[in-house]
Structure formats: structure tokens, C-alpha cells
DNA sequence: ATATGCACCTGTGTGC
DNA sequence: TGCACACAGGTGCATA
């Protein structure tokens, strides 16, 4: 589910009541994430003092005092919510952090996408399939040559790719190439110099804006406060096949690709 | 190296 | 109402 606008989102809900906080209880109902948890876990986190609340990508790192990590991903469905202590658990919430104040943060992630992993600092061979986290260090035009250059596959994929650019999903893939007036399915080795200043910029203004609005609530995406996000009031393409561009009118197109929906319109994106 | 397809899960919506 | 099927914000691994 969460993209980096989300995972942003939920990051800066959960930061001021989580730094500080000391773990004082750690209670695990289901190990089997993405990968399943280690046997040390609930052991590993207990007593420990969270220090920092960091983003890279898609991928939280809550810092422990002592150097560790606490690294965590949302996954399709996963989610963060703070609630206070002692409230009663619902179906599929997995881990439970108690506080030192009274108050608990609860992993919920009904389809088991998401991961949650202890290391130290950032040595964690996800972290290493993570480039440049595309909202603070976005490439510049000059980079985005570079980056397209000789690659045959379609713009929408390489957005995607987390390797080269931390943070992009399918929501926002689409939405920054209908901003950029390119088609998804391009070559990525195709585009211009023109249209690659325009993803650029397309890029940055999707992914401030829906940051800004706390990003996208489609079915029951919810910060860590339990409030809705607003962008997708403001989604121009995805999930708008059949209904009019709001630029020109002509009916927003649906297709496949390498699996995935994309969304786009025929006559404003070439 | 690069690109694609599928598996991993549960829930929801649609059509018959 | 029941059932089958498609599809959903992501990632990792196997395969060409």
C-alpha cells in the first residue's frame, strides 16, 4: 500500500511521540512477515530507548540507543498506529511496542508484505537495494541522462525500481508521468532532455504535494494518529480509467505492465 | 548485466 | 446466496 508519501507521513506522526520513548513491553502474535522474525526480537527490543525516526525510501529505521536498528516496512498493507496502552488488539496486528508513557504502537499489515528486522546501524542487505531516496535527493536532469541511458525498459519501470530511486510506487509513477506528459510505457533510453526536465520537476511537485497532504488514502491507509490522507482527491490518472483528463478530456487509459496497472491519458502523454 | 514473470498473503469487488 | 475470478499501495527470486 504505502508509497513514500505515506511512509513519510506515518513517519512524522509517529516522530514526536516516539523519540525518547523507552520500550517497555514487546509482544509478538505472529512472527511470519515477509521474512519471519528473529527468535531474539521481543528480547532485543526490550528496555531499549528509541533515539531518531528516519526514512529512507520506503524503508522507517528507528534508531536505538546503543547503535541498533529497528528497520521496518509497510509492505502492501502494513500500517503503524499509536494508541494508548492497554487497548485491545484487532485482527492482524502483529507486534505490539509498549511505551514508557503510556502508550503502545501497533504493526498492523493484513497481508504479510510488510517486514520488521533488528541490525545494527544500517547494515541490512535490503538497505543496500535502495538508492537515492527520490523526495530529499532527487536526480537533476543531467543524472536523469545518466540514469536512462541505454536502459530499454519502460519509464514507469524504472521509476519503480528501487535500486535506482528510493520511494516511487505504482500511485505515483503514474501520477508524475501524466504531470510530465509522457506515456508509461516509453523506453526509458527514449525520452529527451525536454521531457526528462519535465519528470524532473513532475517528480518533485507530485511527491511535496501529496507529502504535504498526507498522502494517499484509497481504501484504509491511516498515519499513525489513525487520519486520512487527501491526495487522492488530486489523482489525476490512477485508478481513473474510463473517466475524462482533466486536462483535455479523453478518457484515461488502463494497461498492464510487467504486471502492474498503468494509468495514463492518449493524448496528453506521448 | 538486464528484463520479465511469478510467488508470497488476505481482503474486496464484480459478474454469473 | 454462493462461487470463481481479478485485482490491490511491494519486493525477492528464478528464469531467459
Same mark, same amino acid.
Given at each position: 500500500m504505502p508509497e513514500l508519501p505515506e511512509v513519510e507521513t506515518t513517519r512524522r506522526s509517529l516522530q514526536p511521540h516516539v523519540v525518547g520513548a523507552r520500550i517497555a513491553a514487546v509482544t509478538v502474535r505472529e512472527r511470519r512477515l515477509r521474512r519471519p522474525l528473529d527468535d531474539d526480537f521481543e528480547r532485543r527490543l526490550f528496555g531499549r530507548q528509541i533515539t531518531a525516526l528516519e526514512r529512507r525510501g520506503k524503508y522507517? @529505521?528507528?534508531?536505538?540507543? &546503543?547503535? /541498533?536498528? @529497528?528497520?521496518?516496512?509497510?509492505?502492501?498493507?502494513?500500517?503503524l498506529e499509536l494508541m494508548k496502552a492497554g487497548t485491545p488488539l484487532a485482527v492482524h496486528d502483529h507486534v505490539v511496542l509498549i511505551f514508557d508513557r503510556d502508550l503502545q504502537m501497533v504493526f498492523n499489515d493484513p497481508r504479510r508484505f510488510g517486514l520488521?528486522?533488528? +541490525?545494527?546501524? /544500517?547494515?541490512?542487505?535490503?538497505?543496500? =537495494? !535502495?538508492?537515492?531516496d527520490s523526495l530529499s535527493s532527487a536526480p537533476s536532469v543531467d543524472e536523469w541522462r545518466g540514469l536512462t541511458r541505454g536502459r530499454k @525498459?519502460?519509464?514507469? =519501470?524504472?521509476?519503480? /525500481?528501487?535500486? !535506482?530511486? +528510493?520511494? !516511487?510506487? =505504482?500511485i505515483y509513477a503514474s501520477e508524475m508521468l501524466f504531470l510530465a506528459g509522457v506515456r508509461p510505457g516509453r523506453r526509458a533510453a527514449t525520452l529527451t532532455r525536454a521531457e526528462l526536465t519535465r519528470l524532473a520537476d513532475a517528480m518533485r511537485a507530485v511527491l511535496e504535494r501529496a507529502v504535504e497532504l498526507g498522502g494517499s488514502s484509497?481504501? &484504509?491507509?491511516? &498515519?499513525? =494518529?489513525?487520519?486520512?490522507?487527501?491526495?487522492?482527491?488530486?489523482h489525476a !490518472?490512477?485508478?481513473?480509467?474510463?473517466?475524462?483528463?482533466?486536462?483535455c478530456t479523453t478518457p484515461i487509459k488502463r494497461v498492464v505492465q510487467s504486471g502492474r496497472s498503468s494509468f495514463y491519458c492518449p493524448k496528453c502523454q506521448r
Open positions: 522507517l @529505521l528507528f534508531r536505538l540507543e &546503543d547503535g /541498533d536498528t @529497528l528497520l521496518v516496512h509497510l509492505g502492501m498493507s502494513g500500517s520488521m528486522r533488528l +541490525g545494527h546501524a /544500517d547494515d541490512f542487505a535490503e538497505l543496500r =537495494n !535502495v538508492g537515492r @525498459l519502460a519509464i514507469k =519501470n524504472l521509476l519503480m /525500481d528501487q535500486r !535506482v530511486l +528510493g520511494g !516511487v510506487g =505504482n484509497i481504501s &484504509d491507509y491511516r &498515519d499513525a =494518529n489513525g487520519n486520512a490522507g487527501y491526495f487522492q482527491i488530486h !490518472v490512477y485508478d481513473r480509467d474510463g473517466q475524462p483528463c482533466a486536462k
